[in-house]
């Protein structure tokens, strides 16, 4: 999706199937031609826009359409299910069938409801059919295989026991350890173990008291530098991150223009802050510029007046939908408009761009074009915790005005060191030479270049042993590489 060299958009040949110059322009997308859509693997569907000249190279996307008939297949099963779920609740008022689920006492029931009965159908009737295949616990590091507890259901999935068992070796599809960092062997294991006997687990303060160590104003020099900005400030929880420093930053009489596919932290961040919230459709450039542009000319709702500031929500990757934001498009509206950008790299950073700085380093921007440089700890790093980055003023308006510096409790040190580890490995500070793993992944085998579509990688078992199992084992390549260049 990135542009290449001459205009087109054929970086990822997974991804993107060359450039569409003409197209039928139809609800903010420009499907491709005939003769590119002839070109392209079947059952997929391929976007590209260009917005009014703001960036002139076309951005290229594709995604896997729905078949047909496992749609409606799909929609029917769910029927069928709710048909069946209004029989059983029939029964289970009748005291035919056993009621599991949580009801109202009888000397509460002359009493308001405290929730009512339809809202826990689903949970009911359809979750608990197949509840077995979620919330299984796992006694292992989630690596590209993990270890789950056996478990047995007497009640249809309305309470387990254990049977003692454990299940080894089961393929992780789901886990957010994107380059294999969290395990229990390695370089950052024995750092963070060495890190643990020194500082113990807990910091038990604030960083605004007496939980401001040396290994955190480590951690966020080295997060700043990584990002190419002036300062940075880590934060103990990722999902707090966002829903406690938007209300810092913008409040009554503000604008907020999100993403309708945004994650739910910064949903609730956008509520919390008391400004006033439109939705743009998703990766949509023209729905946005048209917010822009009302915003713009009509002001506030009744007054008239201009807003204090206008915020851009968006995310880096959607990891529901696997689309990347389009970035150029975004910093090119948000300049035109004199808007600020508040950009959510948590399944970005780390995992995206020549070097693994995200999505700015994707499209080789600039970073200070962006204002609000937010990303998680949680994924491509293997720890905990997240960041705000960008100029030195941002960040010391945050240190004193957000409720997550202010009353949360300083990131764990064994947590920190892991950080600082993983993210050195990625800068190639660690006395190793790196490369972008997707020109690893070509250069040992040609076909390794379709592990980019998988959503975990655990780099040193699928690209240095070959035991992935997903692709055959690579062919020996010999690499001698001294110091780092």
Known sequence: MRPGPGGCCCRRPLRANGCVANGEVRNGYVRSSAAAAAAAAPGQIHHV??????????????????????????????????????????LR??????????????EQQ?????????????TRNLYMRIRDNWNRPI???????????????????????????????????????????????GACQEAAAKVLEEYGVGVCSTRQEIGNLDKHEELEKLVASFLGVEAAMAYGMGFA???????????????????????????????????????????NMQSL???????????????????????????????????IVRLPEVIALKKKYKAYLYLDEAHSIGAL?????????????????????????TKSFGASGG????????????????????????????????????????????????????????LVHPTWVLVTNVQFIDLESAVMSGKCGLLPSPPTLELSIEGNH
């Open 49 to 90: 826009t260009q917005n009014g000249g703001l960036y002139k190279r076309p951005f290229n996307e594709a995604f896997e359409e729905t078949p047909m008939l496992v749609a409606v297949l799909t929609y029917v099963g769910y029927g069928v299910l709710t048909l069946f779920g209004y029989l059983r609740d029939f």
């Open 93 to 106: 008022h009748w005291r035919i069938e056993k009621c599991h689920h949580a009801t109202e006492r009888k």
């Open 110 to 122: 002359d009493f308001v409801s405290l929730y009512q009965d339809f809202e826990n159908f689903y």
């Open 139 to 185: 006694c292992s590091v989630p690596g590209a295989r993990v270890d789950i507890m056996e478990r047995q259901s007497h009640d249809y999935n309305w309470s387990f026991k254990y049977t003692g068992n454990v299940i080894k070796g089961v393929i992780n599809m789901g886990s957010y350890n994107y380059l294999g960092f969290a395990r229990n062997t």
């Open 241 to 283: 991150t966002n829903s406690m420093n938007i209300p810092a930053l913008v409040g009554k009489g503000c604008l907020i223009l999100s993403d309708e596919l945004n994650h739910a932290s910064l949903v609730l961040g956008a509520r919390l802050s008391g400004a006033t919230i439109r939705i743009f459709k998703h990766n």
């Open 289 to 323: 510029e048209k917010l822009l542009k009302d915003a713009i000319v009509y002001g506030q709702p009744r007054t008239r007046r201009p807003w204090k500031k206008i915020l851009i929500l968006v995310e880096g990757i959607y990891s529901m939908e696997g689309s």
């Open 353 to 377: 761009g020549p070097s693994g700085r995200g999505v700015v380093d994707y499209f080789g921007l600039d970073p200070e074009d962006v204002d609000v440089m937010m990303g998680t700890f």
């Open 387 to 442: 960041y705000i980055g960008g100029k030195k003023e941002l960040i010391d308006y945050l240190r004193t005005h957000s409720h997550s510096a202010v009353y949360a409790t300083s990131l764990s040190t064994p947590v920190v060191e892991q950080i600082v580890t993983s993210m050195k490995c990625i800068m190639g500070q660690d006395g190793t030479t790196l490369v972008s793993y997707e020109s690893l992944l070509f």
